[in-house]
């Protein structure tokens, strides 16, 4: 499978927002660990936010307001560093593309680029900084280099990415975030937000995969 | 963990609704926004506009009123407030002399008040915004920035109040902000966790007899988790931390808030500050004002924070003029 | 369980030595005497004294102020003032005007009090006395006086204060001050135990999901142990009470207080307050003044009460006027 | 033996306050179970302020003055219910009676009588109401009924009776202090300031009966 309708683009964030609404309790306790426990909720009800928002304005006339659509719900909604964060992760990338009715390979790594590149300008962190950022760059860079003409295996190799991010930032001093007083005692412990890139791009994953299946 | 609370989703909602309804003389709400704002809010001045995560009550909502802030923006439980509800509580109350900003220096709330001056300098209004950052054990001196603003938020939230009503311009009520809260440092202990409304979780761990030295309000971890101790020498840790923080010498002249974090009750307060005055007057300190309350919590968190502010003429002169929400009244100075 | 404080011995004596420096401005001490005193007392009026076992802060301390209480008399934790105690406050503030005194009714506070009154009628000081029995889960109504003074005790300090000030004589202030306390009725519910300050021990048991209706403020049991449930369950079960309690009917005007008992948080109580706001108007009674405070607490109790306040003209001209202590402000009324 | 010097009544009442002060926590928990827990503290709180007081003042002219002094330190530093009630239990009985240098059994149930009698005058419970007259009338009643001539004997019969005073409590309801709203629920619990009067009358039996074996 090569690439995604804007209908499918549509499912497949839904996807994503319910796999967040589903590892509430998850996230709840990566961020108890070492943030103020507050990430699993903030993270579900911008999802849910979005979901049901997603639900309602169906269909969308291209890929770029599915993405905005989200990132606007999530910026406005959730508050706290994770909803400017992952609201300029919906929104950050597609905000100067053309619409496009689309989402292939070749654009997934370009609206993803650009995610990046907004949130290390909006939020300063970089990798090795424990955030989400160690998860996201990673998944990126998987998006640039992989195969582009196979957006199961590109999508398995930006989720498999971002999971391994989740698993580095255990080993990482906290820089930014409520963990960042913490110093070596924040060592062992994962990045929550982190955890939900990995997650979003998990499902993000499962759809395309359950979708080139049937 | 029993929390006196209905469907966690409407939490916001309700405790909203329940603050502005029982205190209706004094607030009404930005229409389909959580904010709250003064029905005596300034005319023809810089507006005051606070805010930040909720489930620290009385802060934020509870320090808007007449000579303090004219409106909050509150964040869901311990979260920032995002942009756009910080724009529209902005423009609730704008006069057209511009809008400056007090809030906690934590990284979300650094970015969602960034985004929401961006969003109303696109429409033409003048902001600006002072960052309180005194919680002297969340970070070293080099990196002022990286500190937590807790309870001294109080402070800085009553000069800039003063200092708006004294009909200065933006940019003069910045700088009286600015000093203030650069006067300002406050150091923090918790015995026990608070919790997440709506999640039956306690917010941190300590075992039954630890206690951590300069623990964030969210629980963020101190400067050193350590064995319960009798009050005094609680206090006399903390006031010599402030004091070498401060460079405190005699005939200083200081305000003192002695502010428990939830479930410490005044009675304990009350003896924390009798410890306090004690080591205050062996140095000579002159004590211009002390409040013993109850302002920057979280939940039922055990511990507290003692906040100095130092005060020069200026400063002091911003500091007397009365104020009065329901729970910060001040008036009645001889 | 920690508690932030020296010797157990010492917390009467830090705690007030704590509350009287830092509020120096409004306070004094009665010397040698665990009593605080307002540097504002009433000249050639009655004067008002209250007082009652301390734990239980802001109440009684917190109520002596300009428009309320001249003194009050601090006993030990938990048990009523003595009678040599509470004697010598009220000649501190004596002003030939003679002395009402305002207190919960507890078997410990009536016999003390009694005494108290005996010796300053000996010194040929006129007497009168208040007893406040506003919690309607303690006894029956025909046994009046059987019941506990709660949270009331704050409506009732209040309007007594208000008619020290008018000037009026003893009698016409211990009949308006009677009314008040007829005309109110408070419930509360305990959700976790305080605890007794000195002793490591919670001043009751409760299971995890249990809570107690009508509980007292010691942990005295009330009218119903039973599981917990969400906020508006729990208000609408208390104001339920309360209305046939009071035979509250449309128009009736009113004055509700939601006291936090002490680690219920302001978020809590703000949602309690939604709740009750929503039953009231149904019943459309008219809210003339509404608080949502921690007034009378039992140290770190969780849980809440309900106080409402019937005003007719008369009432409602003496909670009006202007009154000021560090814990209870009332003057911005417009 | 027959009576007590002021000095041995000094030491015996002495020794009534040592008594109380180690059984604080015992009284604590009693009161903990129907009342508010703080009996003990407040009992030893002013018993030890009487101790001090007789040890610093004494001898004493008369054995008047001893409980007198015992009551007023009690009555003005107690507080609550137990500070009146117990001020008068010490006070009460000595008011009316003139100066004496002797404390025979007649004294000794005189004394006891007019306390009981100014205590129920001033609290108004009476027996069966869950106070601490459950045990201290039957205290006086077995002092008034004893044999005057032997002291020992007399105060033996006396702690028996109030410790049975106290068994008995366990099976009221309380009618005053705070157990009174209780009802059925204080049932199986023993009164704590009647316990108070029975460690009293227990401490005050055992100098009686040291001295008579010396
Ligand atoms: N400056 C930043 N840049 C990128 N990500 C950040 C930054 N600050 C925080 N985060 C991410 O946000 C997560 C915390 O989100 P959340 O708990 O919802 O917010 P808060 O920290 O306000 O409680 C962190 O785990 C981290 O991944
Ligand atoms: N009216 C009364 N008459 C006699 N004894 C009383 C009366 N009220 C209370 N008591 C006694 O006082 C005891 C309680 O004392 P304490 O706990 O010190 O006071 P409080 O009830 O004020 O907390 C009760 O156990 C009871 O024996
Ligand atoms: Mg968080
Ligand atoms: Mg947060
Ligand atoms: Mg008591
Ligand atoms: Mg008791």
Redesign the pocket.
């Known amino acids: 499978m090569k690439s995604l309708t804007v209908e499918q683009t549509t499912d497949m964030i839904i996807k994503a927002c319910d796999a967040i609404v589903e590892n509430k309790p998850y996230l709840t306790e990566v961020?108890s660990k070492i943030?103020?426990?507050?990430?699993g909720?903030?993270?579900a009800g911008g999802m849910e936010k979005a979901k049901t928002m997603l639900t309602e304005k169906r269909p969308f006339p291209d890929i770029n307001s599915v993405f905005k659509m989200t990132g606007m719900l999530m910026l406005n909604s959730?508050?706290?560093?994770?909803?400017v964060?992952?609201g300029t992760m919906f929104l950050g990338g597609v905000k100067n593309i053309e619409p496009v009715i689309e989402l292939d390979g070749h654009l997934m790594a370009r609206i993803m680029r650009g995610s990046l590149d907004a949130?290390?300008e909006?939020?300063?962190?970089n990798l090795g900084?424990?955030?989400?950022?160690?998860a996201l760059e990673p998944a990126v860079i998987a998006l640039e280099n992989g195969n582009k003409e196979d957006l199961v295996q590109l999508m398995k190799e930006a989720k498999d990415a971002a999971w391994q991010g989740v698993e580095n930032t255990k080993n990482y001093i906290?820089k930014?975030?409520?963990?960042k007083t913490l110093g070596e005692r924040a060592i062992g412990y994962q990045?929550?937000?982190?955890?939900?890139?990995a997650i979003i791009f998990n499902a993000m994953y499962d759809y395309v995969e359950s979708l080139a299946q049937s | 963990m029993k929390k006196i609370i209905n469907d966690p989703s409407d939490i916001m909602e309700e405790m909203l609704s329940g603050y502005i309804s029982a205190y209706s003389r004094y607030y009404e709400r930005v229409p389909g926004q959580n904010a709250v704002v003064s029905k005596e809010r300034r005319k023809n001045k810089v507006a005051l506009v606070i805010g930040g995560?909720s489930g620290h009550e009385p802060l934020f909502i509870g320090f808007v009123g007449k000579g303090l802030a004219d409106a909050a923006a509150a964040g869901n439980i311990?979260?920032?407030p995002n942009p756009q509800l910080i724009a529209e509580t902005a423009k609730a109350v704008h006069e057209g002399k511009g809008v400056l900003f007090v809030y906690g220096c934590?990284?979300?709330?650094n970015?969602n008040f960034d985004m929401a001056e961006e969003l109303l300098q696109m429409d033409g209004i003048k902001t600006a915004h002072v960052r309180v950052w005194d919680d002297c054990a969340s970070a070293p001196k080099e990196r002022i920035q990286d500190r937590r603003g807790i309870a001294g938020d109080v402070y800085v939230i009553k000069i800039a109040g003063a200092a708006c009503d004294a009909g200065l311009e933006l940019d003069e009520v910045l700088r009286i902000t600015e000093k203030a809260r650069d006067n300002i440092n406050t150091i923090g202990l918790a015995t026990s966790p608070g919790s997440i409304p709506g999640l039956n979780k306690p917010t941190f761990e300590l075992g039954e007899d630890d206690i951590e030295f300069g623990m964030g309000l969210?629980g963020e971890p101190g400067i050193e988790r350590t064995k319960m101790k009798p009050a005094n020498e609680l206090v006399k840790r903390m006031y010599t931390e402030l004091k070498k923080e401060m460079g405190l010498k005699e005939n200083d002249e200081v305000a003192v808030l002695v502010n428990g974090l939830g479930s410490t009750t005044l009675l304990e307060l009350n003896i924390v500050y009798h410890d306090l005055n004690k080591l205050m007057g062996e140095d000579k300190l002159i004590v211009h004002d002390a409040e013993i309350k109850r302002y920057c919590t979280c939940q039922e968190m055990g511990g507290f924070s003692i906040t100095i502010l130092r005060l020069d003429e200026e400063l002091k002169k911003y500091y007397d003029t009365p104020c009065f929400s329901p729970y910060y009244a001040r008036g009645e100075i001889k």
């Open positions: 961020d943030g103020d426990g507050d990430h909720i903030g993270m959730m508050g706290g560093a994770s909803g964060i992952f949130i290390k909006r939020g300063k962190a900084d424990k955030t989400m950022v160690d906290a930014y975030g409520k963990a990045d929550a937000g982190a955890t939900s890139v | 995560g311990f979260a920032a934590y990284a979300g709330d970015m969210h």
